[in-house]
């Protein structure tokens, strides 16, 4: 069962005889504001609105009051609260975000029971609102299916989208989410495309669609890329925003769903600890200047065969992260998945931890036989299964040395980090073919409308609606559908509603026969004009490109050639 509740100027609440620096905070109210003439002077009585510590006061208050009614605090996140164990039937918990709380409790009387004796402790404390039936959660529309899977879907922020992009209600139909001309790593043509726009609109276009990251995890690599580009926006780049917007529009009733999984399945152990299956992955040096893109997915579940991890319905991820590589460019692609492995196992050791503790197992009872790294409180629960599909990242990972390359000590701190925890049995290595890799969408955008939509339900989870949108993906694919109208309608519809061109240059009339494709010569002069100006500047721009393609390889050999010498160096 889930409801939320909503404490009614929290703020007011925090006492401040009980505040950690009690002071006297006295301000002035004109006329119009203390109803006195002359005015007034008041004093604070609480830590309240406009006071720098009036959040943190409240989640001290609330901490002392939660734990007052018997909850524990979780140490892996101190705004999560639980009471009872899922073994005897009274578990419940309650996530905050400031005065608004997520409450879930287990279907049974003894827990239903609890969750209405809390609420009625809250109700004698704060003036409080609660909802039991809960439909939507801060814009994200929520349903419960008869499977029991949760859907999620956000049409608020769909409608803003729409009427900010397409005003008119004409979308094109669009079915991957970067735009055809945008190269992650920068190499795009010199063509009127890579005319300059103003970065404050592109900046807004962007933030509008950030929003969308909560229910649409398959848009995540597009809009990395796209941000990366912020600084300075070519028109390219604002037609992909509309393109991305089209995606959204075209696939919208595409939710993100969740699946429950068994102890039959493996998804839940016999004491009730919560399973987990961990994949990572690496796309080297796709992104500008020889940056990598890593990615990596948590999923519930232990999917450590083929048949788990190619058996429907899939549930979406509960934990992703994709990003752009940070400091230097990792010097191959077993360097950017390691990290990638890495940076899974931290995330993974958190929600580990989280599930023994919901599950009411004190993870300092059992300890593990001593490693490497001494002896391991984690493991109470099996190891859970790191999924991975680089063949020298998994002999790296297996292998028994001990010794510290020289030259590469950050490679060999990851390295260590991540046979300490498969050592310790915390972390099972698994390798998996590529096609099994459920963290391959998040590095790397994909092009190909099948390959595109079969993937895209490993991130979103099956739903009939995604699934309609995989039929669709092999209908436009057989029929050789291109993207050249969706194409023109988004050049046009950009063009319309920012009059970035102008008829009245000369230049500017060539530049919008080349990208509008529909210009009308008045003369044969105009039509000599126009093919003169298109070939001179499809020869320049391609001998440009060449030109990059060209000192960016003779820079990469340079690269791989001196980090040859370092290594017979040391």
């Keep these: 069962d889930m409801g939320t509740s909503d404490v009614q100027n929290c703020f007011t609440h925090n006492r401040m005889e009980d505040a950690r620096y009690p002071r006297r905070i006295i301000i002035y109210l004109d006329e119009f504001e203390s109803g006195q003439v002359g005015g007034q002077y008041r004093e604070f009585t609480s830590v309240s609105y406009g006071t720098a510590d009036a959040s943190s006061e409240w989640y001290l208050t609330l901490k002392r009051n939660m734990l007052a009614m018997g909850f524990r605090v979780s140490i892996y996140h101190p705004c999560l609260f639980y009471r009872g164990v899922p073994n005897k039937g009274d578990f419940i918990m309650v996530s905050v975000a400031t005065d608004d709380f997520i409450r879930l409790n287990q279907p049974t009387p003894a827990a239903r029971t609890s969750m209405q004796n809390f609420k009625d402790e809250l109700d004698s404390k704060w003036p409080m609102t609660h909802e039991d039936e809960v439909t939507e959660i801060l814009g994200v529309k929520i349903v419960r299916m008869e499977s029991g899977a ?31 001309s945008i190269q992650p790593d920068g190499n795009e043509l010199e063509d009127p495309e890579h005319l300059s726009t103003p970065s404050s609109d592109y900046r807004s276009l962007l933030g509008s669609l950030q929003y969308m990251r909560c229910t649409r995890i398959d848009i995540l690599d597009t809009l990395s890329i796209l941000a990366e580009r912020t600084n300075a ?20 009733l595409v939710p993100i769903s969740f699946h429950p999984v068994n102890e039959e399945e493996g998804g839940v152990t016999a004491n009730g600890v919560l399973q987990w299956s961990l994949f990572s992955d690496c796309s080297w040096a796709t992104r500008r200047k020889s940056f990598s893109s890593v990615g990596h997915m948590i999923v519930a579940g232990t999917l450590d065969t083929s048949i788990k991890r190619t ?22 692609a077993s360097a950017g998945e390691l990290g990638s492995s890495v940076s899974v196992i931290k995330a993974g050791t958190v929600l580990r931890g989280m599930s023994e503790e919901l599950a009411g197992i004190p993870s300092s009872l059992i300890r593990m036989p001593v490693g490497h790294g001494g002896a391991s409180p984690l493991l109470v629960q099996p190891a859970s299964p790191l999924l991975t599909d680089n063949a020298s990242n998994v002999k790296a990972l297996d292998s028994n040395t001990s010794k510290k390359p020289k030259g590469l000590r950050h490679w060999s701190r990851e390295l260590n980090f991540a046979r300490f925890h498969i050592e310790e049995g915390s972390i099972q290595l698994v390798a998996i073919p590529a096609t099994e890799q459920r963290a391959n969408p998040l590095t790397k955008p994909l092009r190909a409308y099948k390959q595109h939509w079969f993937e895209c339900e490993w991130l979103q989870g099956t739903s009939v609606q995604l699934t309609s949108f995989q039929e669709l993906a092999v209908r436009r694919s057989q029929s050789k559908h291109s993207h050249r109208h969706a194409v ?3 050049m046009h519809h950009v063009g319309d509603l920012t009059n970035e061109v102008d008829d009245g240059d000369r230049f ?13 010569f008045d003369s044969d002069e105009q039509l ?4 003169t100006w298109s070939n001179a500047h499809e020869s320049v721009s391609t001998a440009s490109l060449r030109l990059k393609l060209q000192e960016e390889r003779e820079e990469r050999v340079k690269q791989k050639k001196f980090h040859r010498s370092l290594v017979r160096f040391s």
């Design 150 to 180: 949760l859907q999620a879907t956000q049409p608020t922020e769909l409608a803003k989208i729409e009427t900010l992009f397409f005003p008119n209600g004409s979308v094109p139909e669009v079915l991957i989410p970067l735009y055809p």
């Design 508 to 520: 500017a009339f060539l530049l919008s026969a080349i990208v509008f494709k529909d210009a009308s």
């Design 528 to 531: 000599l004009y126009f093919h």
């Design 233 to 252: 926006p070519r028109l390219r780049d604002k037609h992909a925003l509309y393109w991305l917007a089209a995606y959204l529009l075209t696939s919208r």
């Design 488 to 490: 023109s309608v988004i």
């Design 311 to 332: 058996t429907r319905p899939f549930t979406a991820p509960t934990l992703v992260k994709m990003r752009k590589e940070k400091g230097p460019p990792s010097d191959s």
